[in-house]
């Protein structure tokens, strides 16, 4: 209660409650418009926070991140284009809908959908987080290194189409890292004799290169052209909640797809994306009327909404207990965090609940205001996207500038980004994955100071004894088996599959 | 193809070489301690493997079109440099160049109007109103009420004129 008290107190002081409400309209804004994604709404959000101390700039980015997820719903609805990759699933019942002449109900189910998902994902962090913090209290360095290995245990499962090129682009991110002053030792490694090197990779403008940059760079090279339908043309668009009775008739699924969203927001690497396809195809394979799904259908709305708002909170679980980003958008919070000087892990909540409490009132409060900025956004959001191209991409650009310069006012920084921005078209356009690539930058330090300190503890006298020492703690071996597991199942699974219908 | 193969083997080529790089410019480690070289390369033979077997696939899966795709590389290139794919490129990294010694104002200002006109925009009033109005919406958002530090320019009479504009903005 007292946490609840603290977090509340935060975001309810004027200044703050005036930013959280910004940051909503900004990240619905962003999330809404194609080609801007979560990540990247967070992304462009950061300049904001460089005047703020690092509990508001964790609520600023937070309410930015929730309100992103839910108005990238708005154009999955009305346009078939999904405004973040999380809201996919909703073009296939919300377009529907729209083309119906029902753009209006569908939108408000949307809305309620992402706020009733959001809110129970929040509730869920705070009863969960301080639990982890105290477990990971008694960690050393080898759980430590365990848990972060978890987060990268889920490379294999972010394309299973192209594990391979997914490996690769992890193991870049992770040599990345390497780059600068080693962790242990304090000599410049993989520097190639170049100052601007030594102090490694800045994580901020490379992510801000890669997701900002590279999408503005893909839009060059195929524009995409976005035309509303249903019940906009007359320009009297409206988020109309649906009734009570249409309402209640999907709340298990709601409640479900929260369950399920949060859960998944938890898994290291795995996020809001993940969370709503499957929850999209859990709802239509446990419905008794499945063939409804993608004619336009409320279930199908509800399912992806409320499953990929729940899993931003769920997100949020590991980033604050452990220190351990759950996807993207958690990386380059704490990449904010980092920069205003606090130190990520468990002992985070232990010095700083405040940290929690305010994230927490951040999501409730980002949630309830988002119903009603969305439901203004939804009535101009036909007029703003109009906005031509030719001045919304620059502008973008110009953005990430700012945020790349503020890191740490140097212009290397600048070149950086433009430079990450560059190669992560080339990335993309070798289908190699950048998001494997990023979650290999941000984890590699912390997975490899770790298991070089749990090296160093570890009685051995060789490194294959050490080895069996560390593996030896039971709560290190269980993950790392379960990371073994995460990581080969996506390899092991179409062997398996195929076997079995030879075997028919 | 051609293009995506030249990549993987640039990639390759470049974790060889740090895999060594690494090993000889790092102190020696003891026997039973992770050195600062080997993590490195650890993430290098997993690197290097994962490549192989992606070139590897790549040529098993495009054997029949290797020729013709290493064929039409020259002309894809020529086209590359043509394209407003590549001019965009040109256009971010000299907007990063000049971003500190030019200063905020002009940058965004060439950079709006650059960007936007590659992008289509071919009103010339159009397109230097609205750079103009988003450089200053940018510079009051972030210079005037967030505080953000944004770059003069190092040259003296565009440092001039960004201290000129900023003495036009009312501060809060």
Redesign the interface.
Known sequence: MELLTSGLAVVFRPSMLFMVVVAVFLGTLFGALPGVSGTMAVTLGIPFTYSMNAVDAIVFLVAIYCASITGGGMTAILFKIPGVPSSAPTTYDGYPMAQRGEAGKALGMQLICSAVGGIFAALCMLLLSPQLTQAALSFGPAELFAISFMGLSILTSLDTDNICRTIISGMLGLLMACIGLDPLLGVPRLTFGTRFLTSGIEMIPVMIGFFAVTEVLKQTYKPAKLKAVGDTSSGKLSAELPSLKEFLSVKWVVLRCSVVGTLIGILPGAGATIASFLCYSMEQKISKTPEKFGTGCLEGIAAPESGNNAATGGAMVPLLSLGIPGGNAAAIMMSALVLKGVTMGPLLLVNQPQFLSATFASMLVANIVMVIAAVIIAKIFVKVLAIPYSVLGPTIIMMATIGAYATKNTAVDVILMAISGVIGFVIVTCKFNSSALILGLVLGVICESNLRRAYTIADGDTLLAATMNILSRPVTGVIMVICVIALLWPVLKPIIAKKKSEGK | MA??LI??LL?LGF?IF?FF??GS???KSA????G??Q??QA??I??VL??C??IF?LIRDHKADMGASFKKLGSDTVNFFK???FI??LI??I???M???VG?MVT?LL??IS???????RRPLN?IL?SVI?TII?YIG?AVL??????RGQISFLRNFALFVESLVPTF
């Open positions: 293009f995506e990549i993987n990639i974790s740090c790089y690494v410019t790092m102190p026997v039973n301690e992770l600062a070289e993590w490195p993430i290098i997993i690197l994962a490549l077997w992606n696939k394209s407003k794919l965009g490129m971010v990294v907007m990063s160049l971003y500190e010694p905020f965004c950079f709006l960007y936007g006109y590659l992008l289509g925009e397109l609205t988003i940018l972030f967030l505080g953000v530090l944004l770059p």
